[in-house]
């Protein structure tokens, strides 16, 4: 399962060794062999790693900045659809 984090400061990405700065983002996926398991070990890898190995998504912009997020489409379920309103009875 994958856990997007905010780093304390004390987080070490394990794709480049960088240490991930105070408040960035970064990813928490287990892996075995290099490929996304269920239950391999848990990988800690930066915004930059985790784009170099597919596990980013490009969502569009909002307020002018781009979306990223860590967390497929596909796993995201659509949002439920608008209640219909229904027409309130006059008062008599």
């Known amino acids: 399962m994958r856990q997007g984090c905010i780093s304390l400061g004390k987080v070490q ?14 990813l928490i996926i287990p892996e075995e062999k290099g490929v996304e398991s269920e239950t391999g070990e848990r990988r800690s890898y930066c915004v930059a790693c985790s784009e170099e190995r597919g596990y980013v998504e490009h969502r569009g912009s909002e307020k002018s900045e781009p979306v990223l997020t860590f967390f497929p489409a596909d796993l995201n379920p659509p949002p439920p659809p608008p209640e219909a ?3 309130s009875e006059p008062a008599k």
Do not use: M, S
């Open 13 to 26: 990405c394990d794709g480049c060794q960088n240490i991930i700065p105070y408040a960035g983002r970064y």
């Open 85 to 87: 309103e229904q027409p």
